[in-house]
């Protein structure tokens, strides 16, 4: 009689304690299956991975500061001379292609401003020697015409002059002065070591994948520059094996392995995991006994 007392009593505290145990089991376990990262991974439909980083922290430091994810998710490259529009990355060839706004192509004619990389920028991630810049509407004086004449050159049988002709927005060129103003095709290090205004051309404009543009029009061309980035040797790849996030310490730049919000390390999550487990068998070993408790009880009473 007792005894039966005493199972209506127990039974059914001991299975709400059961099932508060199995429910703390489900609530607790997978924030420490999913590693959380503190960096953002993506911006518009682009994925950012290593070494890039939008949030600061994440990615390679040689890469800090350099992308910037609008309010509208546009994804922007930054430089000295602005901002342009990050249009794609591809991760297996390490390219970046983007696109100034404010740029001129065939269609558009819009006041030139130059376009002007950090030395780092200019070392890690420079254009691509597909990328062609067309300098346009330039002075007899400029000295791409002159003593640095050998920097202009013709792409995939393609002449300077025919944009002029082919290009609603620099026909104008020709209008105004009725004449052919030169022009010329040049690479990146023509622009990095001259600025426009030394260049002394009213206009550029920029090409990419010009070696396969032969026998296809400027109307046809793809107007942008395609940035090709260099990958730094820091050991991510230890730290992404193990689960983590690449990132830096924000002061000193050293590399940390991001392993989730609450928890870096310096070269992979290996150790912080052990620490994860720690934490959750700190948890498992309390609700072990609760249910070896409830067990024993629940064995008593029937
Ligand atoms: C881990 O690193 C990130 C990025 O540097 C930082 O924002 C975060 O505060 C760090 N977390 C801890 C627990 O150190
Ligand atoms: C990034 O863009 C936002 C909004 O366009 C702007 O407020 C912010 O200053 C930019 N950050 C940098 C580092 O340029
Ligand atoms: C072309 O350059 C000349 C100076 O060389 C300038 O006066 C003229 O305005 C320029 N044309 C356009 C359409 O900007
Ligand atoms: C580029 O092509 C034009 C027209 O075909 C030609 O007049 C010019 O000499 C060529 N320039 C170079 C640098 O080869």
Same mark, same amino acid.
């Given at each position: +009689?007792?005894? +039966? ?132 509407n330039c ?33 104008v ?22 600025? +426009? ?37 820091t ?28 928890s ?12 994860g ?10 609700k ?15």
């Open positions: +009689m007792r005894e +039966m007392l005493a199972l209506a009593i127990l039974k059914p505290i001991i299975f709400s304690t059961i099932n508060a145990v199995s429910l703390l089991v489900l609530i607790n376990l997978p924030p420490a299956v999913t590693l959380l990262s503190p960096c953002r991974n993506s911006c518009g439909n682009i994925a950012i991975n290593y070494p890039f980083g939008m949030d600061d922290g994440c990615g390679a430091p040689q890469f800090r500061h350099m992308l910037n994810c609008s309010s509208t998710n546009d994804l922007f490259f930054l430089t000295p001379s602005g901002s342009y529009k990050v249009q794609s990355i591809d991760y297996n060839k390490k390219t970046m292609v983007v696109y100034d706004p404010a740029m001129s192509t065939c269609s558009i004619l819009q006041p030139h401003h130059d376009f002007i990389m950090t030395d780092i920028q200019s070392a890690i991630i420079p254009p691509t020697s597909d990328t062609v810049f067309a300098l346009l002075s007899i004086d400029s000295p791409v015409l002159n003593h640095y004449s050998n920097l202009c050159f013709n792409f995939s049988g393609h002449s300077c002059d025919e944009l002029y002709s082919a290009c609603n927005a620099f026909r060129f020709h209008f105004l002065t009725n004449t052919t103003p030169p022009c010329c095709f040049t690479s990146y290090d023509t622009i990095k070591f001259m600025s +426009m205004n030394i260049l002394d051309c009213t206009h550029y404009t920029t090409v990419l994948n010009t070696d396969s543009l032969k026998g296809i029009g400027p109307l046809d061309w793809v107007y942008g520059i395609k940035l090709s980035y260099t990958l730094p040797e050991g991510c790849e230890r730290c992404a094996q193990s689960g983590g996030t690449c990132g830096f310490d924000t002061e000193t730049e050293g590399m940390r392995c991001l392993c989730s919000t609450s870096n390390s310096t070269r992979q999550c290996g150790s912080v995991m052990a620490q487990h720690a934490r959750i068998s700190g948890i498992s070993s309390q072990l006994f609760l249910m070896m408790m409830g067990a024993f009880l629940y064995l008593i009473s029937s």
